[in-house]
């Protein structure tokens, strides 16, 4: 790197001074990740591996210096307006650290997709065709408070063979510089570009903008966090994102539904980690089993500190509930609240579900097998649960192994999105002299 792009990077570590010095902070940046890209693209899985394991055990031996950071962004995080719950998030320990080792060891020990073969053929004219897993290029990760989503972030990309470019809240500037340092003094050692993973050391927020006007560089923008973070990515985005809004998710209970799994399924859908994409958002329940069931899973549920804003029809067997408002059918509460409603029908079910769900996650919990397939026929989501729980809809449970994130979308990828998901293909076709007539 020349001097004056040391000095415009040094000076990104805090505030830049021009909005000049922040261009040529995002285009160098920028640049320097294409440039890696190119050779991580070729790069065997062996030195990927060996980074990771070496990466792991970095994190172990430097924990110290990664804690003295964390705890300078813990001692501002009041001062930044954040809650328990993401102080909570912030927070690093000793145990966290070996969680996230842990994970770079988990992705080393993944199959590598790179070069897989995902179709091929022989053609009538002596021509071998074939189909093969490529990486996307480079990756912008936007993100929040968790200093995890560094390390995992990062090591997905790099085991797909992508470059990444990592971006997480001021709330964490400290931990992030001090995870990154960590990864990035290992990428060398192990014959990987340097700039394989960077970090967008400013807190500028004018940053993130300026990056997503480079498609030119960047691939791929990968927003992990609020709504209004997604929004703005979107909207600024001159490249596909790969993303999810909300995650408002419905459990319906079938008149067919046995009643202690039933039960069991929405307690954990909704109580076992309320504030996450995955959990139940809303109880659908026909009204056959309404009566017999909804009163014993609804003391199930306040047992688990659930509060329950239930419909006229709920409300009618459960008089202790708040009245469910109109928007409480469009709401992701990230908390131990549920709207619960009655219905007529399976179909009166797929309906309310198309009008207010997310296209997230989605169950029936039924005993009649045409039933369950008719709901997963119909539901328009991600991922569709049949006497199962909404929270497994999650890279590790699903056996990706890992996970950058959960798309809604339904082009390039959707649902929970792992290594195979940041990869493209590339047709390659092999003659001995064909012309076509």
Known sequence: MSEAGTAVEARGRDELATDGDLDALCRGLASRAKRAARALATAGPGAKDAWLDAAAKALESRSGEILEANA?????????GLNAAAVDRLTLSPRRIGEMARSLREVAALADPIGEVVRSSKRPNGLDVVQVRVPLGVIFMIYESRPNVTIDAAAIAVKSGNAAILRGGKEAIHS???????????????????????LVATTDRAAVGKLLALPEFIDLAIPRGGEGLIRRVV?????PVM?????????????????ETATRIIVNAKAQRPGVCNAAETLLVHRAIAPSWLPKAASALRAAGVSLRADAQARAILPDAAAASDEDWDTEFLDKILAVK?????????????????SHTEAIVTRDLAAARRFVAQVD??????????????????????????S??????????????????????????????
């Open 381 to 406: 989501s991600s991922a569709v649960m049949v006497n199962a729980s909404t929270r497994f809809n999650d890279g590790g449970q699903l056996g990706l192994g890992a996970e950058i994130g959960i």
């Open 408 to 437: 809604t979308d339904k082009y390039h990828a959707r649902g929970p999105c792992g290594l195979r998901e940041l990869t493209s293909t590339k047709w390659i076709v092999y003659g001995d002299g064909q012309v076509r007539e």
């Open 235 to 239: 909207a600024e985005a001159k490249m």
């Open 342 to 358: 009655v219905v007529d029908s399976m179909d009166e079910a797929i309906e309310h579900i198309a009008r207010h769900g997310s």
């Open 243 to 259: 993303k999810h809004y909300q995650g408002i998710c419905a459990v319906y209970i079938d008149e067919a539904a046995d009643p």
């Open 72 to 80: 300078r962004d813990v001692e501002a995080a009041p001062g930044l």
């Open 176 to 198: 992030n510089r001090a995870l990154h340092r960590v990864l990035a003094d290992e990428l060398a050692r192990h014959g990987l570009p340097e700039h394989g993973v960077q």
